[in-house]
Nanobody
Framework: VQLQASGGGLAQPGGSLSLSCAASRRISIFKVMGWYRQAPENQRQLVARITAGGSTYYADSVKGRFTISKDGAKNTVNLQMNSLKPEDTAVYYC????????WGQGTQVTVSS
């Protein structure tokens, strides 16, 4: 399984960014897909995840601001990030599990004025 993340970049506080993760296989085979982030000197943390059935989970720090979704036709999992804060600055990784963990290559999100 290969996961290719795209999107990210620089945004001002209060702004928006969108991330997309393209999978090399049909995403319907994955029980769950998610986005993690890792800020410098911090551990990688779960941001949001979505199950095959469409149930979602969000970290408290992003609840109400971020939205995870999936597109079965494009085999992508997306993360819409609104009302961005400087503390959202991190490298964002998409993730799934199919017998083992699979990670995308990471994409930088920087929130700064």
């Amino acid at each position: 399984v290969q996961l290719q993340a795209s999107g990210g970049g620089l945004a001002q506080p209060g702004g928006s960014l969108s991330l997309s993760c393209a999978a090399s296989r049909r995403i319907s085979i994955f029980k769950v897909m998610g986005w993690y982030r890792q800020a410098p000197e911090n551990q990688r943390q779960l941001v949001a995840r979505i199950t095959a059935g469409g149930s979602t989970y969000y970290a408290d720090s992003v609840k109400g601001r971020f939205t995870i979704s999936k597109d079965g036709a494009k085999n992508t999992v997306n993360l819409q990030m609104n009302s961005l804060k400087p503390e959202d600055t991190a490298v964002y990784y998409c993730h799934t599990f199919l017998g083992t963990d699979y990670w995308g290559q990471g994409t930088q999100v920087t929130v700064s004025s």
